[in-house]
């Protein structure tokens, strides 16, 4: 009878472990010999070292070649989250994070790229396929600083294969940084009435936006926890936001938070929007939900804008996107002589220079600037002795008699004449 003996051979390699800090590329190779009584254990052996040496040939190459673009994204993502926990990084968290979504999500062709192998040319190449995807002028721009930091950090960190960054040179142009459009006090008057009339669930989440300034995710994230309606001065404390990206909940944009105080509109408005809640309770037998407001499908799934867009044209008032909603709440009270620095707390506005967009727009600014122009004169003096159309000279034409009592200006029309 013949004896049987398996023999399994496994070789893990770590390569480049200084540069990757810690990335690792295992090969992992699984032989499985047979081996009758003919064949020695030396024989095996060799077969073992063999294995070794070519699982070492293939690491080498893979280190000559360079690193995969994904590769480099995962070192990217880890280098960035040790230096915001130090707070050396530009981008808070929540910022950092909807960056590396866009980076994977945009780059999903780059899979099987090496990242020393993207060039200007490519890097062009899904800008140009990205905007004719309908992406925003703006939201290109990010991702091109996004793409222009990923390289600049490998080139700091000396990653093999890289030795140039494929961003520089090349530029887009955004179409609009910020938007200009907000309504007047009649125009969000109008709004409100017909979205109750005509929209329910929106006019809610349209007077918490107009109202509040809170942004989109914080919105979506407000919870009845966070109101403060039983003392003299009702309040809401915000202090999360939700990604829809992610699908998480997180801090707010700037990772603070911030309480704001409700005034006698909202809180009106919040009366309204508990008998709406015992009403959808009855009518649907589910619970009561945590969450303050109504979640219609097109809110879940991105649609906001879209939504208040073409509803303003149809009401026939200026049409804005949803975040303009943030923007009407930061001019009305600007308007109505609230200072800055208290509107950017209430806001939640990181710093001044966020601020100067929404006093543009507000008017404040250049409020009386011309009031100091006066260009009115004294009534002209005519002559009793002579009609208006005399003293100019149209068709006039007088005689030397005439001339002696002339004023100027007839005199300088007898020359043109």
């Known amino acids: 009878m013949t004896n049987l003996v398996f023999r399994v051979g496994r070789v893990d390699v770590n ?3 200084q540069i990757l800090s810690g990335l690792k590329v295992c090969l992992c190779l699984d032989r499985f010999d047979v081996i009758d009584d003919k064949m020695t254990e030396e024989k095996a052996e060799r077969e073992e070292k063999a294995l070794e040496r070519e699982a070492q040939r293939q690491v ?15 070192f990217y993502e880890k280098e960035v989250e040790k230096q915001i926990k130090q707070g050396t990084w530009s981008q808070r968290q929540p910022c950092f994070l909807d960056s590396m979504s866009s980076l994977r999500r945009f780059t999903e062709g780059w899979k099987e790229f090496r990242a020393g192998d993207i060039s200007p040319a490519e890097v062009t190449k899904l800008l140009h396929k990205l905007e004719a995807q309908g992406l925003a002028g703006s939201t290109l721009v990010r991702f091109l600083g996004d793409l222009r930091k990923v390289f600049d950090l490998a080139l700091l960190n000396e990653i093999k294969g890289i030795d140039r960054n494929p961003t520089n040179g090349v530029s887009i142009k955004s179409r609009r940084r910020k938007r200009d459009e907000v309504l007047s006090r009649d125009e969000i ?17 349209w007077s918490f936006a107009v109202c509040t300034g809170l942004r989109n995710g914080e919105l979506f994230a407000l919870k009845w926890t966070d109101f403060d309606l039983d003392s003299d001065h009702p309040l809401i404390r915000v202090s999360r936001s939700y990604n829809k990206r992610t699908r998480e909940y997180k801090e707010t944009k700037t990772g603070e938070s911030r309480e704001i105080p409700i005034c006698g509109p909202l809180l009106e ?3 309204e929007l ?4 015992l009403h959808e309770v009855g009518r649907t037998n589910k619970g009561e939900s945590e969450f303050v407001l109504p979640r219609p499908g097109l809110w879940q799934n991105g649609y906001q804008a879209k939504v208040l867009r073409e509803f303003c ?3 026939g008032i200026t049409p804005i996107c949803f975040h303009s909603l943030r923007a009407c709440f930061a001019t009305e009270l600007l308007r109505r002589g609230v200072p800055q620095i208290k509107v950017q707390a ?4 990181a710093d001044m220079k966020s601020m100067t967009h929404y006093v543009r727009l507000s008017g404040i600014n250049v409020k009386g600037v011309t009031d100091a122009l006066d260009f009115s004169s004294p009534e002209a003096q005519i002559s009793p002795s002579r009609t208006m159309m005399q003293a100019v000279g149209d068709h006039y034409r007088p005689t ?6 002339a004023n100027p200006l007839a005199t300088r029309r007898l020359h043109q004449i």
Not at 60 to 74: N, V
Not at 197 to 204: D, N, T
Not at 274 to 277: L, N, P, Q, R, S
């Open 15 to 17: 390569f480049h472990d």
């Open 60 to 74: 080498f190459e893979a280190e000559q070649a360079g690193m995969l673009w994904t590769r480099l994204l995962d």
């Open 189 to 205: 008057k109008k709004l409100l009435v017909y979205a109750k009339l005509y929209e329910p669930q929106w006019y809610f989440i």
């Open 269 to 271: 408005v919040i009366n």
């Open 274 to 277: 508990k008998k709406w809640h």
């Open 313 to 315: 044209k149809e009401i």
């Open 346 to 349: 209430v806001g939640g506005w």
């Open 400 to 405: 030397e008699e005439d001339l002696k009592g």
